[in-house]
């Protein structure tokens, strides 16, 4: 939160989803407000409707328009893909893992997908770090876990300050 030194808690009491079977669909939450649109792309008309930040919505389908990823989340209703954290599900574990509990982090969409015994049991949204404390990419064990930790950056340039963000988890 640069220069305000917000909490998490001003920005969003969001969580996250528990689950106790893996949905049919995929799904996922609006980063800010978005309208609704009759059709996928920029072009078609909107429905009245709003997406709020957090908002769950189902994916049924995608279609690509322009170049753009565009997510149907009801009859003739479709939202712009690039303003929704999707997570996919895929509760095959991944090469390498060797035990039946495993964390997705997907960097592209922001979020976090927890397995066990091949099954979704939760999924959330993240904030993974950007240049020069970015998150790297790969398959990592779990070394730290903080149920609060406060998150600074003393840069004048790009001072940020984050008091009792939720359970992290250092891997690297």
Same mark, same amino acid.
């Given at each position: =939160?640069?220069?305000?030194? &917000?909490?998490? *808690?001003?920005? *969003? !009491?969001?969580?996250?989803?528990?689950? #106790?079977? !893996?949905?049919?669909? *995929?799904?996922?939450?609006?980063?800010?407000?978005?309208? $609704?649109?009759? &059709?996928?792309?920029? !072009? &078609?008309?909107?429905?009245?409707?709003?997406?709020?930040?957090?908002?769950? $919505?189902?994916?049924?389908? #995608?279609?690509?328009?322009?170049?753009? +990823?565009?997510?149907?989340?009801?009859?003739?209703?479709?939202?712009?893909?690039?303003?929704?954290?999707?997570?996919?599900?895929?509760? @095959?574990?991944?090469?390498?893992? @060797? =035990?039946?509990?495993?964390?997705?982090?997907?960097?592209? +969409?922001?979020?976090?997908?927890?397995?066990?015994?091949?099954? /979704?049991?939760?999924?959330?949204?993240?904030? *993974?770090?950007? +240049?020069?404390?970015?998150?790297?990419?790969?398959?990592?064990?779990?070394?730290?876990?903080?149920?609060? +930790?406060?998150?600074? !950056?003393?840069?004048?340039?790009?001072?940020?300050? /984050?008091?009792?963000?939720?359970? @992290?988890?250092?891997?690297?």
């Amino acid at each position: =939160i640069p220069g305000k030194g &917000a909490r998490v *808690s001003e920005i *969003s !009491n969001f969580q996250g989803l528990v689950f #106790t079977a !893996n949905p049919h669909n *995929s799904f996922g939450w609006a980063f800010e407000q978005i309208p $609704v649109m009759t &059709a996928p792309g920029y !072009n &078609a008309g909107t429905t009245g409707k709003q997406i709020h930040p957090f908002q769950t $919505v189902t994916i049924y389908n #995608t279609q690509t328009v322009e170049n753009e +990823e565009w997510y149907m989340i009801g009859p003739d209703q479709w939202l712009e893909g690039r303003k929704v954290a999707r997570v996919i599900i895929n509760a @095959t574990a991944p090469e390498g893992i @060797t =035990i039946n509990r495993w964390i997705d982090v997907d960097l592209a +969409e922001q979020t976090l997908a927890v397995y066990e015994n091949n099954q /979704l049991i939760f999924a959330t949204v993240i904030a *993974s770090g950007l +240049e020069p404390f970015w998150t790297r990419p790969g398959l990592f064990q779990i070394f730290q876990k903080k149920e609060t +930790e406060t998150m600074r !950056n003393n840069d004048p340039n790009d001072f940020y300050y /984050l008091d009792n963000v939720p359970w @992290t988890m250092y891997f690297d």
